[in-house]
């Protein structure tokens, strides 16, 4: 059956979509905003023919866009030839895509690279590997290094080893109790780290920058204090580069300078193709996890680090960190300059902005209707992702919106909160 015919039934208003939606799957993203069909470069397309600039980029995923063709071909090449294998396997692929990833991360002899399929994913594994780092063992045999610190505002998954992880009440509090032994500290206070750090803990996880927590930024000076206070302890030092790996912050790691015992990746790393990464730096951290602890189906698979391998030729073919850091550079000054923008925060293309009042939720809709696609984290912060490939000239056209969309937001509040 050719391709044309299979897809033919794929057809619909987005009112038939939602409806159809609704019916059939589960709510727990609640209603979606559009019905998506189609996109190329950072453009997107509705069922009902509407155009939109994608300024999210699938949440930081999209690193290349929408259908680039190098990404395609690749993809499309690999899938002709082998697409499945499990891990009983290896490919080319997999082996040339972690040797490339420890040599981009600056890895030391003996570093290695585990590959799962998202980011909850990576970190579950990371999760495992601060179980291992036991320590010392007691007389009567107890394992002594029971405890892993996390950071106020911390978002690492929703599995349940990565929700012990994240600090959000609202997504713990259903689910206990979690794994146990997960404390968080306050984010950023060096002082409250070190006083939490000592032989009775296994691993610090951190985020170079909280995404969810409306693009945080660790203070300067915060990752190198917890390289030094987890190396005392001789506790493992893990990073969350999820979000912002693989150039998203201008650089192809934002905790390059520091290095960690482990570091987990995913989003941009496939270019919107689900992947996964687990490095461990050293011999030390890589023997952790032995033959049978951990394991995935579907993670290395061919296809996904075939996808991988070509997004990060892309990148680093076509000059795109630089393009990032000054296209993001470009785009926090504009928005710093729009009346009702309260504050900017951010590195490269992951971008967070406080409004002067509570209506970015109501912002997100508005700037939908002009043909923008943003995310809100809370209700004053409004988060930009979008693809690599943003041009100026992009960027520009949501900025110049962006007074128009600000004043239907609080319009919209000013209505609601009359009815």
Same mark, same amino acid.
């Given at each position: 059956?050719?391709? /044309?015919?299979?897809?033919?039934?794929?057809?619909?208003?987005?009112?038939?979509?939602?409806?159809?939606?609704?019916?059939?799957?589960?709510?727990?993203?609640?209603?979606?905003?559009?019905?998506? =069909?189609?996109?190329?470069?950072?453009? =997107?397309?509705?069922?009902?023919?509407?155009?939109?600039?994608? $300024? !999210?980029?699938?949440?930081? &995923? *999209?690193?290349?866009?929408?259908?680039?063709?190098?990404? #395609?071909?690749?993809?499309?090449?690999?899938?002709?030839?082998?697409?499945?294998?499990?891990?009983?396997?290896?490919?080319?692929?997999?082996?040339?895509?972690?040797?490339?990833?420890?040599?981009?991360?600056?890895?030391?002899?003996?570093?290695? &690279?585990?590959? @799962?399929?998202? +980011?909850?994913?990576?970190? /579950?594994?990371?999760?495992?590997?601060?179980?291992? *780092?036991?320590?010392?063992?007691?007389?009567?045999?107890?394992?002594?290094?029971?405890?892993?610190?996390?950071?106020? +505002?911390?978002?690492?998954?929703? #599995?349940?080893?990565?929700? @012990?992880?994240?600090?959000?009440?609202?997504?713990? %509090?259903?689910?206990?109790?979690?794994?146990?032994?997960?404390?968080?500290?306050?984010?950023?206070?060096?002082?409250?780290?070190?006083?939490?750090?000592?032989?009775?803990?296994?691993?610090?996880?951190?985020?170079?920058?909280?995404?969810?927590?409306?693009?945080?930024?660790?203070?300067?000076?915060?990752?190198?204090?917890?390289?030094?206070?987890?190396?005392?302890?001789?506790?493992?030092?893990?990073?969350?580069? &999820? %979000?912002?790996?693989?150039?998203?912050?201008?650089?192809?790691?934002?905790?390059?300078?520091?290095?960690?015992?482990?570091? #987990?990746?995913?989003?941009?790393?496939?270019?919107?193709?689900?992947?996964?990464?687990?490095?461990?730096?050293?011999?030390?951290?890589?023997? !952790?996890?032995?033959?049978?602890?951990?394991?995935?189906?579907?993670?290395? *698979?061919?296809? @996904?680090?075939?996808?991988?391998?070509?997004?990060?030729?892309?990148?680093?073919? #076509?000059?795109?960190? /630089?393009?990032?850091?000054?296209?993001?550079?470009?785009?926090?000054?504009? $928005?710093?300059?729009?009346?009702?923008?309260?504050?900017?925060?951010?590195?490269?293309?992951?971008?967070?902005?406080?409004?002067? /009042?509570?209506?970015?939720?109501?912002?997100?809709?508005?700037?939908?209707?002009?043909?923008?696609?943003?995310?809100?984290?809370?209700?004053?912060?409004?988060?930009?992702?979008?693809?690599?490939?943003?041009?100026?000239?992009?960027?520009?056209?949501? &900025?110049?919106?962006?007074?128009?969309?600000?004043?239907?937001?609080?319009?919209?509040?000013?209505?609601?909160?009359?009815?």
């Amino acid at each position: 059956m050719e391709a /044309e015919t299979a897809l033919a039934e794929l057809t619909g208003s987005s009112s038939d979509w939602l409806r159809r939606y609704g019916s059939s799957l589960m709510g727990v993203f609640g209603t979606p905003q559009r019905v998506l =069909v189609r996109g190329s470069g950072c453009t =997107v397309w509705d069922a009902d023919g509407r155009e939109y600039l994608d $300024l !999210l980029g699938g949440i930081a &995923v *999209n690193a290349l866009g929408h259908a680039h063709p190098f990404l #395609t071909s690749v993809i499309s090449s690999q899938l002709a030839t082998l697409g499945h294998v499990s891990n009983f396997f290896t490919s080319p692929t997999q082996v040339a895509l972690a040797e490339k990833l420890l040599q981009l991360a600056g890895a030391p002899e003996g570093s290695k &690279v585990f590959f @799962a399929n998202s +980011g909850t994913e990576a970190n /579950e594994a990371a999760f495992k590997l601060a179980r291992r *780092n036991t320590g010392s063992v007691s007389p009567e045999g107890a394992v002594q290094r029971t405890r892993i610190i996390a950071l106020d +505002g911390a978002f690492h998954g929703r #599995t349940l080893g990565a929700l @012990a992880l994240t600090a959000k009440k609202a997504y713990r %509090q259903p689910f206990e109790p979690l794994p146990g032994g997960v404390e968080h500290v306050p984010f950023g206070d060096v002082e409250a780290l070190r006083a939490a750090v000592d032989d009775t803990v296994a691993a610090v996880f951190v985020e170079p920058i909280q995404g969810e927590a409306g693009v945080r930024p660790l203070p300067v000076g915060y990752l190198q204090a917890a390289r030094d206070i987890t190396a005392a302890a001789g506790a493992l030092l893990i990073v969350d580069e &999820v %979000q912002t790996g693989i150039g998203r912050t201008g650089a192809w790691f934002a905790s390059e300078g520091v290095l960690p015992d482990a570091m #987990t990746l995913a989003k941009g790393l496939g270019g919107g193709f689900p992947v996964g990464a687990l490095i461990t730096f050293g011999d030390t951290a890589s023997s !952790l996890l032995s033959a049978g602890q951990h394991g995935t189906t579907f993670g290395g *698979n061919p296809v @996904a680090t075939a996808a991988s391998l070509a997004t990060l030729h892309v990148i680093e073919s #076509t000059g795109l960190l /630089e393009q990032v850091r000054d296209t993001g550079a470009h785009l926090r000054a504009a $928005l710093a300059a729009v009346p009702g923008v309260a504050e900017v925060r951010g590195e490269g293309l992951l971008i967070g902005f406080d409004l002067a /009042e509570d209506s970015a939720p109501a912002a997100v809709s508005a700037a939908l209707d002009a043909g923008f696609i943003i995310n809100s984290t809370g209700p004053r912060t409004l988060r930009l992702a979008p693809p690599l490939i943003l041009t100026r000239a992009q960027a520009d056209s949501f &900025v110049n919106a962006l007074p128009g969309i600000l004043a239907t937001a609080r319009s919209a509040g000013t209505t609601e909160g009359k009815s």
